[in-house]
C-alpha cells in the first residue's frame, strides 16, 4: 500500500441497511409499496403533493427510531482518529453517520431531517410532518419540501466531491449496488486522478472490476476490519 494521506469515501444504502432502513433496490424497485417514479421524481410531487409528503414524513419518523450499527461506528472513529483528509460522501438520506459521531460528512442526496423552502431556498432542521403545509421558520411561506434528490434532480455538491476525488490517495466504495450514477462513476474518476481503490460491499456491485481491491461481506463486519486495518489497530 501507498502512503495514503487523503481518503474519500462512499457509502450507500448497504452501510444502513443493517440498522433496519431498506430501499427502493430491496424490494424489486418498490420501496413501502410504492414505485419510485409514484414517490421519488419532481413529476410525482407535481402530480400528487400529499402523497409524497406522507410518504416522506413516514420515511423521517422511521429513521428517527434507528440506531447507528458498528459500520456507522467504525467510520465515525476513522473519522475522529484519521489525521489526513477525509470525506465521507454518502447516498443516504438518513442522519446515521452523523449520530454515529462522524463530522466530515457530505450528503450527496440530500436529508430525510431537513425541509427544503422553494419559495427562499433556505434549509432548516426537519424532524416532523410536511403533509400539513407549515410554514417556512426563515420566510413564513409554505413551500416546504423533503430535502431529498429525487431520480432526475442533481446531486448536491458534485464540485467539492470531485476536487475531493481528485486529492485522494485512497477511495472506498461502501454498501453501494454501482447502478446509480453519478455516484456509480466515482471509482473510475478516483483511478483516473491515481487513487486506489477498494470496494468493501455485501456482493460484487456492477462496478466491482473498477477496483483495485473489492472485499465481500456484511458492512458492519467488513468496515470494522478495515478500519481497524487502516489506523493500525
Ligand atoms: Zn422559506
Known sequence: MKDIRNIVILTGAGVSAESGIDTFRDGGGLWEQHRVEDVATPEAFARDPDLVLRFYDMRREAIQTKEPNAAHLALARLDREWEGELLIVTQNVDDLHERAGAKRVLHMHGEHLNAWCTACDVRSPWTGPLLDRPACPECGAAELRPDIV?????????????????????????????????????????????????????EPSQGTAWFDEARHGPATALVSAWVDEVLGL
Open 150 to 202: 429525487w431520480f432526475g434532480e442533481m446531486p448536491y455538491r458534485m464540485d467539492e466531491i470531485f476536487e475531493a476525488l481528485e486529492q485522494a490517495d485512497l477511495f472506498v466504495s461502501i454498501g453501494t449496488s454501482g447502478a446509480v450514477y453519478p455516484a456509480a462513476g466515482f471509482v473510475r474518476n478516483a483511478r483516473e486522478f491515481g487513487a486506489e481503490t477498494l470496494e468493501l460491499n455485501l
